[in-house]
């Protein structure tokens, strides 16, 4: 239940005494978080909670006040753009809003980081490559000359989806991967990333609102609440705590229905 | 760190294998892709069994070059056939890149766009003009839909924070227009002609001309922007289901602040330049204070101040105009509000000075020169 685990185990990110404030305003004191390699943990919490700044200190785009990160054992507190490249490369993150760059074409923008970081690769292949992507992402064959502002939400998101696994990497941030998009495509993206993320054996690092997308994928949720991870388990034990935003969550009427829903399907799974 | 992937060529019974060694990722490529393409064919086996790991885009060279050669993948663990196997399902053609259109047709074609779009902004504006023109009537049928408060915090927003810049400016017009010409005229002995320079200039031409400039720049684009914000928002949409005309309510005040501002502004941007090239014939010229204010009223007729006045209401009304018109046409997102923005200030200073033009050929030719 504890958020940190043992010390002998095989942790992606370690997260330790984590204070971030904007100004005034406290937004976590004292977190603590481990993620296993090959696990798609969630992280839940009520709006403000500070989930994506949670991320975002993760990825280096927010300094902490104090507290340790470390991704793949080493530090990103204070880290420049420019530096700790060799992690860079083995991460990829779908922002919020999908944040495709607006100047270039889907394929273009899945071109981008094999550029920046491999630029030996040779027009043909990239060319390749990015088409396969687009495919891997469930984007329609002729979406690669698109620009973003043509894109549809669910569209949007499956590109940006593609750019972050671009470089193959090991490990993958999706900030609200299926906030507004229609149950259907939800429900298509969560298999998406389910499947991509068995084939190529990701650590996903998951932030939802989704009920559904959490029992359909995390193997242990994180909560966030009171400026820190109150608890981190499967939903089962998460289930069996006594807190009450836990239980409010949870066992709330859409929680039951998602619940109910995710139940058979889970027994199919395994 | 794993090894670099490689390859070594196999013949064995007249049948060629090409056996992979090393990480097969992308960080490990190096100039793998080039050298496998350049393998003469044919190739009967692709042996996997030596590669450390493997990730999608290893996987994709593997897959090509298997089906480029139509050779059998040998060796491969459970990850890698796991990866071969989704590229694989990824194998479809996809399209890539725009059509390619020949450079003539592109120019002709960007041409007969631009054509197009001027002549529907043109069109645009006028029906634009109707409608708010409708929306005037309407207020002035129902007057206490006017929104006076409205008006009254635009008036605040274009016209007093203007004050400030548009004195600077003046004040460094003036001094520029003095010094220029006390420079050329000097050259016939008549520098005393500077003050009918400044006098003239500045109320007729050049203080409304730059204030409505300024004013195109600070307001038109502010209310280009707003309103596209507004429209990007839905804030206009949902102003239109609770009844409110986005006409009447935004649009109207804009138009009406601007209408009412740019004559005082264009008088006060007048008197500030005429006070700064003043002091400049003071500083340099040495004609007195008193001297200037009393030549100034001999030389300068009160139908320049006419001009100014008639013109600076009619200026004040494109800019509004054109920067509501466009703020009102964003639809798609963020982009095209600052597209829109840009659109609406050099729409609105190219008409303005085109007016202007107009104006003086219709001023000389009523006789007031």
Redesign the interface.
């Known amino acids: 239940m504890s958020p940190v685990l043992p010390d002998d185990a095989d942790v992606v990110i370690r997260v330790r005494d984590l204070k971030t404030a904007f100004g005034e305003q406290v937004v976590h004191e004292g977190l603590d978080l481990d993620v296993r390699r090959g696990e798609i943990l969630g992280v839940v919490g009520g709006s403000g909670t500070g989930k994506s700044v949670l991320m975002r200190a993760i990825i280096g785009l927010q300094t902490p006040v104090e507290g340790s990160v470390e991704v793949f054992g080493e530090s990103m507190v204070g880290r420049d753009v420019t530096d700790a490249l060799d992690i860079r ?1 083995r991460w990829g993150i779908l922002f919020q809003g999908g944040a495709l760059f ?1 100047t270039l ?1 889907v ?1 273009e923008n899945i071109q981008v980081p ?1 550029r920046e970081y ?1 630029p ?3 027009p043909p ?1 990239l ?10 992402a469930g984007l329609p ?5 698109k620009y973003p ?1 043509e894109l549809s939400g669910g569209m949007t998101k499956r590109a940006a989806l593609a750019r972050a696994l671009a ?2 990497p090991d490990l993958v941030f999706l900030d609200e991967p299926t906030a507004g998009l229609d149950p259907i495509s939800a429900a298509n993206f969560d298999t998406l990333t389910r499947e991509l993320q ?4 990701l650590t996903v690092f998951l932030i939802t609102h989704d009920l559904d997308t959490l029992y359909a994928l995390c193997d242990r949720v994180a909560v966030l609440a009171d400026r820190k991870v109150i608890a981190v388990g499967t939903i089962d034990e998460l289930l069996a705590l006594d807190h009450p935003w836990i239980q409010e969550y949870f066992n709330g009427p859409r929680g039951r229905t998602a619940m109910k829903s995710a139940r058979p399907a889970a027994t199919d799974r395994t | 760190m794993a090894a670099t992937a490689d390859f070594t060529e196999d013949q064995q019974d007249g049948e060629r294998t090409l056996r992979f060694t090393g990480a097969l ?3 490990q ?3 793998l ?2 050298r496998v393409r350049q393998v003469p064919g044919p190739l009967a086996r692709l042996d996997l069994s030596q590669v450390e790991r493997m ?3 290893g996987a ?2 593997v897959h ?1 070059l298997a089906a480029d050669h139509a050779a059998t993948i040998i060796g491969a663990n459970d ?1 890698a056939s ?2 071969i196997e ?2 694989d ?10 059509d390619r259109t020949p450079t003539l047709f592109k120019v002709l074609n960007e041409i007969g766009a631009a054509t197009a779009t001027a002549g529907r902004t043109m069109l645009g504006l006028l029906g634009f003009f109707g409608a708010l023109v409708l929306s005037i009537g309407h207020v002035m049928a129902h007057p206490s839909r006017f929104r006076i408060n409205a008006v009254i915090q635009r008036f605040e927003v274009v016209g007093v924070s203007a004050l400030g810049i548009i004195g600077l400016m003046s004040f460094l017009i003036g001094i520029v227009i003095a010094q220029q010409g006390a420079v050329q005229l000097r050259q016939f002995g008549a520098e005393i002609y500077t003050i009918n320079l400044i006098g003239r200039l500045t109320l007729r031409e050049l203080g409304v001309l730059m204030t409505a400039i300024m004013i195109a720049g600070r307001s038109g684009s502010a209310f280009a922007a707003q309103l596209g914000t507004m429209k990007l928002t839905e804030e206009i949409d949902a102003m239109r289901t609770i009844g409110v005309s986005p006409m009447e309510a935004l649009v109207l005040p804009r138009t009406l602040a601007s209408v009412v501002m740019m004559p005082l502004l264009g008088f006060y941007a007048s008197i500030v330049a005429i006070i700064g090239g003043g002091i400049l014939c003071w500083a340099s010229l040495d004609i007195p204070p008193v001297t200037f204010i009393q030549r100034i009223r001999e030389v300068t007729p009160i139908t320049d101040l006419y001009v100014g006045l008639i013109k600076a209401p009619v200026f004040g009304f494109i800019i509004a105009l054109s920067g509501c018109y466009q703020g009102m046409q964003v639809k ?2 963020a ?1 095209e509000v600052g597209l829109r923005t840009t659109a609406a200030v050099v729409q609105a200073i190219f008409l303005v000075i085109v007016l202007d033009a107009f104006f003086a050929v219709f001023f000389t030719w009523v006789g007031w020169t």
């Open positions: 490369k607006s074409t394929a094999l491999y030996d690769i040779r292949l060319d390749e490559i990015a088409a396969y992507k687009v495919v891997m064959a002729d979406a690669g000359p502002a470089l193959d068995r084939t190529m054996g | 990722t992308v960080s490529l190096g100039d892709p080039e990730d999608t885009i994709w060279i090509r990850q796991k990866l989704q590229v399902r990824a194998d479809q053609p996809v399209r890539m890149r725009p798609a997102d982009e």
